[in-house]
């Protein structure tokens, strides 16, 4: 994404992130079927707790908003292990079909290997996930596990996908983009 302006940008997740929309999501058992949120209530209040318990840590969460106009689309989380150098990252795109989570995803992975200077980024979901599977490797992540069976969908046992990436793959991917 070097050199074009993304549709989305990131920004610090705070109080007046937690919208109605927000909350719809996350309550969203569709939206939601991949990721074990579903399994949870979220209230303004609880997601104001969430929203504390990243306070004092390194980790971040960010509000995913578009740049035209400022409305958020996503959240993004990345837990953060700084005496290790390593990033997970999480997200949830609430507007889906767009490229958002893409775009979003990109920037996240920019914001740990350039701003913060971590060594490696890994996340993960289900096998069933097709999209975010696709965003994994169009960031140039590789698969570097699987945990068999390891959640259930819809009743059913599902692997769960682990991908990673290390600082300097990272770097010469940039250098080719640039």
Do not use: C, K
Not at 78 to 104: C, K, N, Q
Not at 126 to 141: D, H, Q, T, Y
Not at 165 to 172: D, F, I, N, Q
């Amino acid at each position: 994404m070097t050199g074009t302006p993304s549709s989305v940008a990131l920004h610090p997740f705070d109080e007046s992130s937690i919208t109605p929309e927000y909350l719809g999501w996350l309550n969203d058992r569709v939206l939601l079927r991949y990721s074990r949120q579903r399994y949870r209530r979220h209230t303004r209040e609880s997601s104001l707790e969430y929203l504390r318990s990243f306070e004092g840590s390194p980790s971040r969460f960010w509000s995913v908003r578009r740049s035209a106009d400022g409305v958020q689309v996503g959240t993004m989380t990345a837990f953060l292990d700084p005496d290790e150098g390593t990033g997970d990252l999480g997200i949830l795109i609430g507007v889906p079909g767009r490229g958002y989570g893409r775009e979003a995803w990109g920037l996240g992975m920019r914001a740990l290997f350039q701003d913060l200077g971590l060594r490696r980024v890994t996340g993960g979901t289900v096998a069933e996930n097709s999209p975010m599977v696709r965003i994994f490797l169009a960031w140039g992540m590789r698969l570097e596990g699987t945990r068999r069976e390891h959640q259930l969908v819809d009743g059913r046992p599902v692997d769960v996908l682990l991908f990673g990436m290390l600082a300097r793959e990272w770097s010469v991917r940039e250098d080719r983009r640039g």
